[in-house]
């Protein structure tokens, strides 16, 4: 292992160099949901849980929109290797077309079907009640937010991921404040609740997306051509479906998948204590897993472009296998980190902040155990998906790898712990992250055989 983590001066500069400014954007991302999850819970765990509910639609969004970003990514880090300046533009239209009409659509649905969308997701008339207002406003934010999230990506992946870094930095600023004021009514404001969360957030996307308008029309680091950003042509169009369709239906299905997880503990007998501790471990999960999503970006941009570069495939494969080491070996770090708070702060300081019930604090404490102990075989797997392997355009079976496991164990193990056995609440946490055992080794397997190094560019063309 020490040896494959020997690599030529400046390379560790360089992945920190990429990674950094993503794990702050993540940082700054997270806590924009941390920010919401903890003055919505201020107000009581039924408007907490509702505000989580409401969120399933909305976690779909943004994981699709993620899916397309990652997606273009795995075509523009190559061409980027190459310079070709006019097909990064290409891949940003085709990018900007699918992402604004597919979250313009779920918009509408849930502004116009709001109750009948969350009684999919729970039962509890209570929660629908509650969240109704928040899902209709909320939507329409991720119109804004897919777009300005495709250009933060191309920025990215032409290794200027600092932008995203300040264009969320902004959007987090602004989104905290008006919670302040519209959640509580502060500064003469109407005290609006649940439903001035909503409101924060959509102006904060407007904000956003302002910003990076304005970034596109004065920055000259990398030239947008507009005919080419609006007829991106049929060529462009067939790379990208060959090479992202799989990673945005892997991210589709993953997401969907993730939220048919807060189905389950919403259709469970405490439906109320386990969505209330998943509102808050999970944005505690997300918050820990920005470093590992930091470096899997990297990683992308990395091979990417080392294979866009026409470098070897055995050089290849040692840069990515460096990368995975990196990764795993943070993980532990976080792990070891979340093991240390869990009786030093989050028990005695951070649940009883949150007014969670024993019920709550027991499901809480049995999610945060679980999600640190999985964190090392988390860390390689996010790596391995979302960078390695779709870097180099092996896009279809990073998608199996990541989504199969997670439809044929977690899943139904979850679902016959919860809804059919009535199991402890621990037996339950375990099942939701059944999917990392066949999902590593499987992954692993996978980048030992080198199928997946690929030129895309070269291949499209």
Request: with cysteine; charged share 10%; hydrophobic share 55%.
């Amino acid at each position: 292992m020490l040896r494959a983590l020997r690599r030529e001066p400046g390379f560790y500069k360089r992945l920190w160099t990429l990674a950094a400014p993503m794990i702050l954007q993540n940082i700054i991302t997270t806590s924009l949901g941390f920010a919401d999850t903890f003055m919505v819970g201020l107000l009581g765990n039924a408007e907490m849980a509702a505000v989580t509910a409401a969120n399933v639609p909305v976690f779909i969004i943004q994981i699709v929109i993620f899916g397309f970003q990652s997606g273009m990514a795995v075509l523009v880090s190559q061409y980027w290797g190459r310079s070709d300046m006019k097909n990064i533009s290409r891949c940003m239209g085709v990018a900007l077309y699918a992402v604004t009409g597919f979250s313009t659509t779920l918009a509408l649905i849930t502004f116009f079907f709001p109750a009948q969308v969350l009684r999919l997701i729970t039962p509890n008339q209570e929660l629908v009640d509650l969240a109704t207002s928040y899902i209709q406003i909320v939507g329409f934010s991720y119109i804004l937010n897919g777009v300005s999230s495709i250009y933060a990506g191309v920025q990215r992946s032409t290794e200027f991921p600092a932008f995203g870094m300040l264009l969320y930095g902004v959007s987090m600023c602004v989104n905290t404040f008006l919670n302040y004021v519209l959640i509580f009514g502060k500064f003469g404001a109407p005290a609006m609740g649940v439903t001035g969360a909503a409101a924060a957030t959509l102006i904060s996307r407007v904000v956003e997306f302002a910003v990076a308008v304005v970034f596109v029309l004065r920055s000259r680091r990398l030239p947008i051509y507009w005919s080419c950003v609006l007829r991106p042509g049929r060529r462009i169009l067939h790379s990208f479906i060959r090479y992202s369709a799989p990673v945005v239906g892997n991210e589709a299905m993953w997401s969907v998948g993730t939220s048919m997880l807060t189905v389950i503990m919403g259709h469970m007998d405490n439906s109320q204590d386990m969505l209330a501790a998943y509102a808050l471990i999970g944005n505690i999960d997300r918050i820990s897993t920005v470093v590992c999503f930091g470096i899997a970006a990297a990683a992308a941009v990395i091979v990417g472009k080392e294979i866009g570069q026409g470098h070897d495939r055995q050089r290849v494969y040692d840069v990515s296998w460096t990368l995975l080491l990196a990764s795993m070996l943070t993980g532990g770090v976080v792990m070891l980190f979340l093991l240390t708070l869990l009786p030093t702060f989050f028990r005695p300081v951070l649940f009883p902040l949150f007014k969670l019930a024993p019920g709550a604090v027991e499901a809480a404490t049995c999610l945060a155990v679980i999600y640190a102990v999985f964190m090392p075989m988390r860390a390689f797997d996010i790596t391995n998906i979302t960078g390695v392997l779709r870097a180099g355009g092996d896009a279809k079976v990073a998608s199996l790898i990541d989504v199969g496991p997670l439809w044929l164990t977690a899943i139904p193990l979850m679902a016959l712990a919860g809804l059919v056995l009535h199991a402890p609440t621990w037996a339950v946490c375990i099942a939701m992250q059944a999917e990392n055992l066949c999902k590593c080794p499987i992954g692993l397997l996978r980048f030992r055989s080198r199928r997946w190094i690929n030129d895309v560019t070269r291949a499209a063309e």
